[in-house]
């Protein structure tokens, strides 16, 4: 058993997968094995995450998830009996179960249980200092009515510890969306009390984006002593911490400004254009390409009909700053990294076609991406770049991806990995589906979900920083880095992990991109 930290990459697998796993498992060993490991996995995380506990709630579904937590209340009230400890288990199906309902491993676990002296009640406790949810694992798809829903409610809700058996109970293993407790109330993940999840045999996609963090809480893995063949491969990927870590590297001392390529950002419409001034959001990204460790970077805002131009960054005085037209004819355009859109308002139209066509590493974010939404001669510019073998990126967050892909944002948060592999197949670029979970793909690649970054980063202008720091990444890498997935990864990587190092005051974009450090 281990602690899932995000520091290490790991394959994650799909419902399909896993339950081929399993299954091969179960016929080559002898009969209720891995029930048996799981229940006691379950009852030893359990006594460790609360040890002091004088009563726990142990919640059991109908299926065997079910019968994991019976064979866990078995344990835990066996260690307990001379200390006192109070196990307090309720059944789904009601305390008078019968075996005969449930499926033959949950049936024998369910004998077990009350050979052992555990009483099944029909209420939970009125207090507890840690609850086992096994009500619902993989493969439940129904909203969630009566008894069911009463207390996976309860499970949402409770200010104390819940340690969550494979899956948090409604939780989707596939996409990370929360089941309807009823015929019309959303899945909820608001929560007071510590969440775990003890993931078993895989971990699954769904633990680490839409919902998932939330209900999942901090996630371990047993893997039962069964490892996945070769022949089995992952449906996805958490992308681990980026080697060498985040604390920044040497560089060698024969370097200049011209070893680390150069970063033009294209964007920050004026406000004299229609009385919208976004320029904030382009000196954003281009500050934090700077301080990501591009050797040069230049700012192209997008002013037409100012009557004042912005000529530098008092607070950043080292970025380069030239009207649009000087920069799109800079001879060294094609061989720099170009990010494109950040607060580009309508103005980021008229310069799309020229760098679609030009620049051969380009980001695309934000009003980039609205622009292409509309138009399809765009389109069809941006497929064309993967036959040159050019790199191109796009940022998108869930309402842009749905405009995009040309359906909801519901459709979208449905299954995130799906929308994002979509838009890397179809736009035959690397795509970056930002939220609680980034998914990060590309065209005929695994999709990877980023493990880093928190609710601090909701805020304005996170995004434009991010836009920068992969420009920052591809960097002097060449048009066809091989490499370019993975330090695109690595950005999205750091970004988060500055959210959750930080301290004190509420996250301000500014301040993000003063943090960001070279990514190597």
Known sequence: MRTITGHQRDPLYSTARTRELE??????????????????????LAQALAPHARCIWVACGPGNNGGDGLVAAMHLHHWGERSGVRVVVTHALGAQVDAVQLPLDAARALSQARSAGVIIQPDPPASYEL?????????????????????????????????????????QADTGALLALDETAAGSTSHHGPRHTLSLLTLKPGLFTHQGRDAAGQVWLDDLGITPPDGLPATAWLAGRPAPAQSGTRRPH????????????????GIAVNGAGMTGAAVLAARAALHAGAGRVFVGLLETGSTTETAWDPACPELMFRRPAALLDAAWLPQASVVCGCGGGAAVAAVLPRLLSSATTLVLDADAL????????????????????????????????ARL??????????????????????????????????????????????????AALSTAGTGDVLAGMIGAALAGQGASAPNALDRVCSAVFQHGWLADQWEGNSLVASDLARRVMPIN
Not at 35 to 43: P, Q, S
Not at 254 to 269: E, M, R, T
Not at 417 to 442: D, H, W, Y
């Open 23 to 44: 299954c091969t498992a179960q016929a080559a060993l002898p009969a209720h094995t891995l029930m048996a490991r799981a229940g006691l996995a379950v009852a030893r």
């Open 405 to 454: 892909l040309g359906c909801s944002t519901a459709e979208v948060m449905a299954d995130r990995l799906l929308a994002a592999q979509n838009m890397a197949e179809r736009f035959q670029a690397i795509c970056v589906l930002k939220g609680s979970g980034t998914v990060v793909t590309a065209q005929h690649e695994v999709a990877r979900i980023n493990p880093t970054g928190n």
């Open 131 to 171: 609850a086992i949810d096994a009500l619902l694992g993989l493969g439940a798809t129904r909203p969630m009515q009566g008894t069911l829903a009463t207390w996976v409610r309860m499970l949402r809700s409770t200010s104390s510890p819940v340690l969550c058996v494979d899956l948090p109970s409604g939780l």
């Open 370 to 401: 609205n622009a292409l939404t509309a138009d399809e001669a765009l389109q069809r510019l941006l497929t064309h770049r993967r036959g040159r073998g050019w790199v191109t990126v796009l940022t998108p967050h869930p309402l842009e991806a």
């Open 254 to 269: 024969a370097s200049h400004k011209g070893s680390f390529g150069d970063v033009a950002v294209v964007g920050g419409q």
